[in-house]
């Protein structure tokens, strides 16, 4: 059923992708993978792909004792 509702972005970072060993249960690339395949299929543009920055020490102080961010 189509919706008018805008779909929420998708949100990946290279830095998702840990290098694990070839063959290892968990395969990280497919992260890196979903995220080609939604663009090269169309169905997300550039606006459609949110690339996080790094949360600063305040943003991550306010969910968490400073010490332990710190």
Do not use: C, N, W
Request: glycine fraction near 8%; charge should be negative; charged fraction near 15%.
């Amino acid at each position: 059923m189509p919706t008018s509702r805008p779909l929420p972005p998708i949100v990946y970072h290279p830095a998702y992708s840990a290098p694990l060993p070839p063959g290892h249960r968990f395969p990280m690339q497919k992260y890196a993978r979903l995220a080609e395949v939604l663009a090269e299929e169309g169905l997300i543009g550039p606006e459609g792909l949110h690339i996080p920055e790094p949360a600063s020490f305040e943003l991550l102080a306010a969910a968490h004792d400073p010490d332990y961010v710190g």
